[in-house]
């Protein structure tokens, strides 16, 4: 157990539709990044989060938009949904956004939401 | 664009055996970290490598850095059943307050009993 808790684990919705993803970081973590996962694309960073604040941003669609809340938990909120957003969304926190390249810095990803869009 | 290409995509090995998975791109990077990801979970860190031409073991896992730190590998000995999973490689680029992985597709390894 990572610690990092994501919701829903699965979700089903059709095209055109939006749903928000959730995720509750590890304990006194203050940054949180989202992941999109897929067969063709591999493990594809969209956004970072630290404190509340965008720190960092991927290959996140204009369709896509996430927020992290005072509490430190976030959102991913993903609209107008096309069969190709079809993947395993993945949430992960770390202790600091700073001292990437330190050893000591460790990333903790949640289990992931699979998200199928029919 | 893929910045990190490993290789090879998928490996099916009996247990026992030793293997070799690389991961290399034409990109610098700060650090280099390993991760392996099984069915139903998230990826989970192996190992951080941060200078280059360094070694690290882990077990019967070891984690080699290029001289350059544009490339790794990962060798694992006497494989089991349970080494079994996705392997991971991302690069690490850093720079005042950003940070970002960058992940390979990864090497996915089936350990046969």
């Known amino acids: 157990d990572s610690g990092v808790t994501q919701t829903p684990k699965h979700l089903i919705t059709a095209t055109g539709q939006r749903v928000t993803l959730r995720c509750s970081p590890r304990?006194?973590?203050?940054?949180v990044y989202w992941y999109q996962q897929s067969l063709d694309q591999g493990l594809q960073f969209l956004i970072q989060?630290?404190?509340?604040?965008?720190?960092a941003k991927g290959n996140i669609l204009e369709r896509f938009s996430a927020q992290q809340f005072p509490d430190l938990h976030s959102e991913l909120n993903l609209s107008s949904l096309e069969l190709g957003d079809s993947a395993l969304y993945f949430c992960?926190?770390?202790?600091?956004?700073?001292?990437?390249?330190?050893?000591?810095?460790?990333?903790?990803f949640g289990e992931g939401s699979w998200l199928t869009v029919v | 664009t893929q910045l990190l290409e490993q290789s090879p995509q998928f490996l099916s090995i009996q247990e026992g055996e030793n293997l070799t998975v690389y991961c290399n791109s034409s990109?610098?990077?700060?650090?280099l970290q390993w991760y392996r990801q099984e069915p139903g979970e998230g990826p989970v860190l192996l190992v951080t490598?941060?200078?280059?031409?360094e070694v690290k073991k882990l077990k019967r896992l070891t984690f080699q850095f290029g001289d350059a730190r544009k490339d790794s590998s990962l060798h694992i000995t006497a494989a089991q059943p349970g080494d079994t999973g996705l392997y991971l490689c991302a690069g690490v680029h850093s720079g005042g307050s950003n940070y970002k992985l960058t992940f390979g597709k990864g090497t996915l390894l089936t350990v046969n009993p």
């Open positions: 304990s006194g973590d203050l940054s």
């Open positions: 989060y630290y404190n509340g604040e965008e720190r």
């Open positions: 990109s610098v990077f700060s650090s």
């Open positions: 490598v941060v200078t280059g031409g």
């Open positions: 992960a926190s770390s202790g600091s956004t700073l001292g990437w390249g330190s050893r000591g810095n460790t990333i903790y």
